[in-house]
């Protein structure tokens, strides 16, 4: 059995491997009569691809979309919206030695494991190049919910987080980093340029909000808006943690510093915090919705690391290639998308039961 599709009323399946000849998405129940061009998925590939700085990695990727179906005089039409991103700087023989040993830290013996044989160029699907399909689909899904309002941003590298009180929305979109606070970014610059140069890496906090989502979206028990989210953020390949609202930080809370006090309000209750991140019971309760997502450091790395051979022989090794030093850096827009995708399903979810 296989699992590449995600979502129950809007459904996207993701397909290609990072050294393939192209990889895309299949966006279905996306709904008629949406204004549709490679030009609304163009902007967030863009931002998601790689070379753009030194603090990713090197392979020039154009990531450009191409809309092969499901579009009509520039709208959709109802039908299966299939996209694809061709691959165009494949360096393949940078791989030799993973076909001889596993990297550990990376799914190179998982995947072994359960099939008996895997793609070692790049990683194939567990390679984050698989991402480049979610974020185009995540664009399409924006556009389903255009009253909602996403961003995300890096809170922390390498263990240094921002300070909140410096937040600036506008210094997301000026560094490298997508970083809201221009003082961790002058610093991240000397942290990861040390991780690089020493051929290691970092890992990352993503945080993502989403502002204009009403109350009422999400199901109770097994269709929880929350379980959603965290179940697609943990899909992203080098995710290892997801946390809604204060997630673990509310475990070391009191009962009343953790209640979201409630006062009325012109239009419903007006809520003066946020610990549940915009979710009560699986259900939005109108609050901004907030995830924090935590990227391990990439795995491919210079450093030798003690590994076995697939024939279970001691060894050590060295990944060559063109990889990120912080990967985490470049899972914004992947966050950004997922985000989208789930609430635009939930959407659809909730107007199929509850009209609207």
Same mark, same amino acid.
């Given at each position: 059995m296989s699992f590449n599709t995600f979502g129950r009323a809007l459904r996207f399946t993701t397909w290609?491997?990072?050294?393939?000849?192209?990889?895309?998405?299949?966006v279905d129940g996306c709904p008629p009569g949406i204004a549709l061009t490679e030009t609304d998925i163009q902007p967030f590939l863009d931002a998601r691809k790689p070379g753009t700085s030194r603090f990713t990695t090197q392979r020039r990727e154009p990531d450009e979309v191409r809309i092969l179906s499901g579009v009509f005089e520039g709208k959709t039409t109802g039908t299966p919206i299939s996209l694809m991103i061709e691959n165009t700087d &494949?360096?393949?023989?940078?791989?030799?030695?993973?076909?001889?040993?596993? +990297?550990?830290?990376?799914?190179?013996?998982?995947?072994?494991?359960?099939?008996?044989?895997r793609d070692y160029r790049g990683g194939g699907r567990s390679s984050a190049r698989e991402t480049a399909a979610r974020v185009a689909a995540g664009a399409v899904a924006r556009l389903i919910v255009p009253s909602v309002s996403i961003r995300g941003w890096v809170s922390a590298i390498g263990g240094d987080v921002i300070d909140e009180a410096n937040f600036d929305a506008e210094q997301i979109g000026q560094n490298p980093f997508f970083c809201p606070d221009a003082q !961790?970014?002058?610093? %991240?610059?000397? #942290?990861?340029?040390? =991780? +690089?140069?020493? *051929?290691?890496?970092?890992?990352? /906090?993503?945080?993502?909000?989403?502002?204009?989502?009403? =109350?009422? %979206?999400?199901?109770?028990?097994? !269709?929880? #808006?929350?379980a959603d989210l965290a179940a697609g953020m943990m899909g992203i390949n080098a995710v290892k943690g997801v946390e809604i609202g204060d997630g673990f930080e509310a475990a070391t809370l009191r009962g009343e510093q953790n209640a979201d006090p409630m006062r009325p309000g012109a239009n419903g209750p007006d809520f003066e915090a946020n610990h549940a991140g915009g979710? !009560?019971?699986?259900?939005?309760?109108? &609050?901004?919705?907030?995830?924090? /997502?935590?990227?391990?450091?990439?795995?491919?790395? #210079?450093?030798?690391?003690?590994? /076995?051979? +697939?024939?279970?022989? !001691?060894?050590?090794? /060295?990944?060559? *290639? +063109?990889?990120?030093?912080?990967?985490g850096i470049r899972g914004v827009p992947v966050v950004e998308a997922m985000m989208a995708l789930i609430l635009a399903d939930h959407f659809m979810l909730h107007r199929a039961q509850c009209g609207g």
């Amino acid at each position: 059995m296989s699992f590449n599709t995600f979502g129950r009323a809007l459904r996207f399946t993701t397909w290609g491997e990072s050294h393939g000849p192209a990889l895309g998405a299949v966006v279905d129940g996306c709904p008629p009569g949406i204004a549709l061009t490679e030009t609304d998925i163009q902007p967030f590939l863009d931002a998601r691809k790689p070379g753009t700085s030194r603090f990713t990695t090197q392979r020039r990727e154009p990531d450009e979309v191409r809309i092969l179906s499901g579009v009509f005089e520039g709208k959709t039409t109802g039908t299966p919206i299939s996209l694809m991103i061709e691959n165009t700087d &494949q360096r393949s023989k940078d791989y030799s030695e993973v076909a001889k040993s596993y +990297r550990p830290g990376h799914a190179d013996y998982a995947y072994d494991a359960k099939y008996g044989f895997r793609d070692y160029r790049g990683g194939g699907r567990s390679s984050a190049r698989e991402t480049a399909a979610r974020v185009a689909a995540g664009a399409v899904a924006r556009l389903i919910v255009p009253s909602v309002s996403i961003r995300g941003w890096v809170s922390a590298i390498g263990g240094d987080v921002i300070d909140e009180a410096n937040f600036d929305a506008e210094q997301i979109g000026q560094n490298p980093f997508f970083c809201p606070d221009a003082q !961790a970014a002058a610093r %991240w610059e000397s #942290l990861v340029d040390k =991780a +690089r140069k020493d *051929g290691s890496s970092l890992g990352a /906090v993503v945080t993502c909000e989403a502002t204009g989502v009403p =109350a009422g %979206w999400g199901a109770p028990i097994y !269709a929880k #808006l929350d379980a959603d989210l965290a179940a697609g953020m943990m899909g992203i390949n080098a995710v290892k943690g997801v946390e809604i609202g204060d997630g673990f930080e509310a475990a070391t809370l009191r009962g009343e510093q953790n209640a979201d006090p409630m006062r009325p309000g012109a239009n419903g209750p007006d809520f003066e915090a946020n610990h549940a991140g915009g979710i !009560a019971g699986g259900i939005s309760t109108g &609050q901004p919705v907030r995830v924090r /997502v935590a990227f391990k450091p990439t795995s491919s790395i #210079l450093i030798p690391v003690p590994t /076995v051979t +697939r024939e279970g022989e !001691a060894g050590e090794i /060295v990944t060559k *290639g +063109r990889h990120d030093p912080c990967v985490g850096i470049r899972g914004v827009p992947v966050v950004e998308a997922m985000m989208a995708l789930i609430l635009a399903d939930h959407f659809m979810l909730h107007r199929a039961q509850c009209g609207g």
